[in-house]
């Protein structure tokens, strides 16, 4: 578990490490869609982010159509990294 945080926080910025996240628990679920074991507070600390700049950009991706969510359930659609 420590090995996969340090992997998401070596991401450069709040939307790639979401995605790492995220794509990671897709992965342990085999499939897009899952729920996390983390309300926005939890996940923006265990992601060592600000919450609200992590809720911006769950909302930018979402309209963007790369992944869906309420609450702690998401769906990932197109997981692009960002440039």
């Given amino acids: 578990m420590l090995t996969h945080k340090i992997e998401h926080m070596a991401q450069k910025n709040t939307r790639d490490k979401l995605l790492s996240y995220l ?5 342990k679920s085999g499939s897009a869609e899952f729920r996390i074991p983390f309300n926005r507070q939890q996940l923006a600390d265990y992601l060592s982010v600000d919450r609200s ?6 909302s930018h991706m979402k309209e963007e159509g790369i992944l869906e969510y309420q609450r702690n359930r998401f769906r990932l659609i197109s997981p692009r990294i960002s440039s």
Avoid at 23 to 27: D, I, L, Q, T
């Fill in 23 to 27: 794509s990671m628990e897709a992965e």
């Fill in 53 to 58: 700049a992590m809720s911006r950009e769950l």
